[in-house]
């Protein structure tokens, strides 16, 4: 694997010592190559644990400031560091298959705008996955048809095509992109030895899309 050649500014213990401070809270720092989810905190007890991608080691002050204030408040805007993930997307990227050609702007609907609002509006902005307009398939193939898909392999959100009609309601393809957007941000549970997709955390999480009942009332009378 190719290494980064990044001028790293801080270490882990500064960090770690730095959101200590700010929190007031002990801290559980790991740092990570995850570039699904770039920051997450969980506290349990006095403790905040906090996973966070390496690529925040060369960060300037300003950006790790609003970082530990995230890390304070588990919530808020966090326009720096958006813009700090957006700067070096191309580090965060893994390698896709040569044949894996994005395109996303579709017919009806153009699929990084909508990527881009939900993943303000809902993800802070971490979710650092590419997407695409999937293939065409058959009419035949309808009753098998998936209308998104995420790859974690490849860090890579594909939506089926037949969602870029003019019958299909906003909300609608919005919840299919933020549905697989959140499979990117959770990744996949390990339960009693078994690997879950669709956890309870993740079932929970589907319902704070503003238009999770509407979305779920659509598909159910309506076959695409």
């Known amino acids: 694997m190719e290494q980064l050649n990044l001028n790293f500014r801080h270490n882990e213990n500064y960090l ?12 559980s720092l790991t740092l990570t190559d995850n570039s699904t989810s770039m920051l997450s905190v969980k506290s349990k007890g006095e403790t905040l644990y906090v996973r966070l991608n390496r690529i925040f080691l060369e960060a300037g002050t300003e950006v790790v400031g609003e970082v530990a204030e995230f890390i304070k408040k588990r919530r808020g805007k966090t326009p720096l560091i958006s813009g700090f993930i957006r700067e070096r997307r191309e580090h965060l990227k893994k ?13 009806y609907y153009d699929l990084l705008n909508i990527f881009e609002s939900i993943n303000r509006a809902y993800f802070e902005g971490f979710v650092s996955a590419t997407i695409t307009w999937g293939k065409e398939r058959p009419r035949y193939a309808v009753r098998k048809r ?17 969602l870029d009609n003019p019958r299909v309601p906003g909300f609608y393809i919005e919840f299919i992109v933020y549905h697989e957007m959140l499979h990117a941000y ?10 879950s997709a669709h956890s309870k955390e993740f079932r929970e999480g589907e319902k704070v899309f503003k238009d999770y009942e509407k979305a779920v009332a659509w598909e159910k009378i309506n076959r695409i």
Do not use: D, M, Q, W
């Open 16 to 27: 770690k010592n730095l959101f200590e401070k700010a929190t007031g809270r002990e801290i």
């Open 186 to 195: 959770i990744g996949v549970k390990n339960k009693n030895g078994r690997r």
């Open 95 to 107: 390698k896709a298959p040569r044949r894996l050609n994005l395109c996303t702007s579709g017919k």
């Open 146 to 162: 998936t209308l998104g898909s995420y790859s974690s392999h490849i860090n890579a959100i594909r939506i089926n095509p037949v």
